[in-house]
């Protein structure tokens, strides 16, 4: 599949379907739902390098996270504010939950990768079998 530069989609990475995306609720509640949906959901930002970055690391490991970019949602500016409370950071993206269990951003994705502790948790969660 060809990619532009600023695209965020890749072959590895599910796309929710519309009917999640129309869903109505609380944000707080909604980003619950969809974190629980999927073994990876990463809640992203298109145009964000470290959202990409993020992408590209479970891509490489061979995970197909489902991601859930903000603003391609009518109501993702509305889940900002809760995902920055979530995880007590001043940036709302990106937000990882592996097993519907928030990991946190990329600092706290990539530390966990480095201390061999997220392939642990890929594994339990279904996300990657070898």
């Not at 999927?38 to 891509?59: E, G, Q």
């Not at 490489?60 to 995880?87: I, S, Y």
């Amino acid at each position: 599949m060809a990619q532009s530069r600023g695209s965020a989609s890749t072959s590895c990475i599910n796309q929710p379907p519309r009917s999640a995306v129309a869903a109505a609720g609380d944000p707080l509640e909604r980003i619950q739902r969809l974190a629980s949906e999927n073994a990876v959901v990463i809640f992203s930002i298109s145009t964000c390098c470290m959202c990409h970055a993020v992408k590209r690391l479970f891509c490489g490991m061979g995970v197909n996270p489902t991601v859930h970019e903000l603003d391609l949602d009518p109501r993702g500016k509305d889940m900002e504010k809760p995902l920055m409370r979530l995880q007590g950071s001043s940036s709302a993206v990106p937000v990882v939950f592996i097993g519907g269990k928030l990991v946190g951003g990329m600092d706290r994705v990539m530390a966990s990768h480095i201390n061999g502790t997220l392939v642990p948790l890929l594994k339990e969660a279904g996300a990657l079998w070898l």
